[in-house]
């Protein structure tokens, strides 16, 4: 049946777009230090979405549409019923006609028969109304797909942020216990030490932030499938990035993505719309046959009957108008959202291209240098030809730029995401690792 090979098709979609989100991260490994306890209880993005798949609302809805659709098209193919006729005629009345001695009893059956193929024009339209709500609700799963590793990405985000906040208060501890000794023998000013404990109180404070934001996106994330979190870490790296297919390939596949398939079923709908109500404004026949009791004579007859309304002009002809523009109207969108979705496309395209070469860049450039410099600052900073000032500067532009990584490698994926979820097949050809310094 239709809705069978509709099922299937739907079901490849959704295994293509579960590829992509959850291949990434099948080899990751956590970015949280705590992450690697015994005690841990870490949640991958491929169970995430398993779990979204089991018991997100929108998705369970599915076997109800499904039964939903199937009794419309029961529905269509059911055609008038016959009508069954009793009558008594001449009876009740004056002279011989009095009491039922003259009555006249007629017995009928008669059958409206559908002309201009009413009953497939139904079927055909109820079909691609079928056509329309699968399409609809495979954009409504790719979307509630997207959402759920969408939230996994800003928990893993976030959990990055952590560890990165870690490390940070572990550098900026170690520098204040050496140069509290430092004061102590009056190498440096108190006001230095007080300047580096203010640096560390901000980054405790930034750090309890960001475990309290982490415990309210694990919930978020976590909603997604109605339930509390039962997990401690997200595993994955925002490090493993994917190379992708180029822009070209994809363009060509504009027909088979999630959204002009929407429209192209819409337009369908429209033309079978059309279809349906010429049949509906063509004339039906009905037609009967039945028997005559004369009570007089003790006789009886057969009756034949046919009848058709005169149609003078089409009844049904402002319907058709109407549904011929709204067939036109389709036609048109179909144009549009072609055009759209090659534009959005594009602007996808070229934000991912510019993030790619930014991460790029402060992973094997701008970074480095920050390093270096930071190992060259602590070294004059021992010399004494750095004041701390120059040396807070020097670990600042350090963590600066790992946090920027950290969010655009964030960025790379977000847009990834939303390629995927616009193209509704995998954009991944291999793997490549951009590591975290």
């Not at 002009?313 to 959202?337: H, Q």
Request: glycine share 4%.
């Amino acid at each position: 049946m239709r809705i069978s090979r509709m099922r299937n098709t739907k079901h490849r979609n959704v295994r293509r777009f579960v590829f992509f989100t959850a291949v990434v991260w099948m080899c990751g490994v956590s970015l949280s230090s705590h992450a690697n306890t015994a005690e841990t209880k870490t949640l991958s993005l491929a169970e995430a979405i398993d779990r979204t798949l089991k018991q997100h609302p929108d998705i369970q809805a599915y076997p109800y549409y499904l039964r939903q659709a199937e009794g419309r098209a029961v529905q269509a193919e059911v055609g008038p019923s016959p009508f069954l006729d009793v009558s008594m005629e001449n009876v009740f009345g004056s002279g011989s006609y009095s009491g039922t001695d003259g009555a006249e009893y007629n017995l009928g059956l008669s059958q409206v028969i559908e002309m201009g193929g009413k009953r497939k024009q139904r079927l055909a339209f109820a079909n691609a109304s079928n056509e329309v709500t699968q399409a609809e609700y495979e954009l409504t799963r790719l979307d509630v797909l997207a959402e759920t590793s969408k939230r996994f990405y800003q928990t893993l985000h976030t959990q990055a942020l952590i560890s990165w906040a870690e490390n940070k208060q572990r550098v900026e501890s170690q520098a204040l216990k050496a140069i509290k000794r430092r004061a102590q023998s009056g190498a440096v000013m108190q006001a230095d030490v007080s300047n580096l404990k203010l640096h560390l109180a901000r980054t405790t404070q930034q750090l309890a932030n960001l475990k309290n934001l982490w415990q309210l996106q694990k919930l978020w994330l976590s909603a997604m499938w109605l339930d509390e979190s039962d997990f401690n870490a997200v595993s994955g790296s925002l490090a493993q990035l994917p190379s992708t297919q180029s822009y070209e390939a994809l363009v060509t596949q504009i027909a088979s993505f999630p959204d002009y398939i929407v429209h192209f079923s819409q337009q369908r709908l429209a033309d079978q719309q059309v279809a349906l109500s010429k049949a509906n404004g063509r004339a039906n026949l009905e037609l009967g046959i039945g028997v005559r009791q004369f009570s007089e004579s003790g006789d009886s007859a057969f009756m034949l009957s046919a009848s058709m309304p005169l149609q003078f002009s089409n009844p049904n002809r402002g319907r058709i108008a109407e549904t011929l523009a709204n067939a036109e109207l389709s036609s048109k969108k179909l144009d549009w959202n072609k055009q759209a979705l090659r534009l959005s496309l594009k602007q996808l395209w070229i934000k991912l291209e510019a993030t790619n070469a930014l991460v790029a860049d402060i992973s094997d450039s701008t970074l480095p240098l920050a390093k270096s410099f930071q190992r060259q600052a602590e070294k004059a900073y021992q010399k004494g030809q750095f004041s701390v000032l120059q040396l807070l500067d020097a670990n600042d532009q350090v963590f600066s730029l790992e946090r920027e990584l950290i969010d655009q490698q964030l960025s790379v994926l977000n847009l990834l995401l939303e390629i995927e979820r616009v193209t509704g097949t995998p954009i991944i050809q291999k793997k490549s690792k951009i590591q975290n310094s």
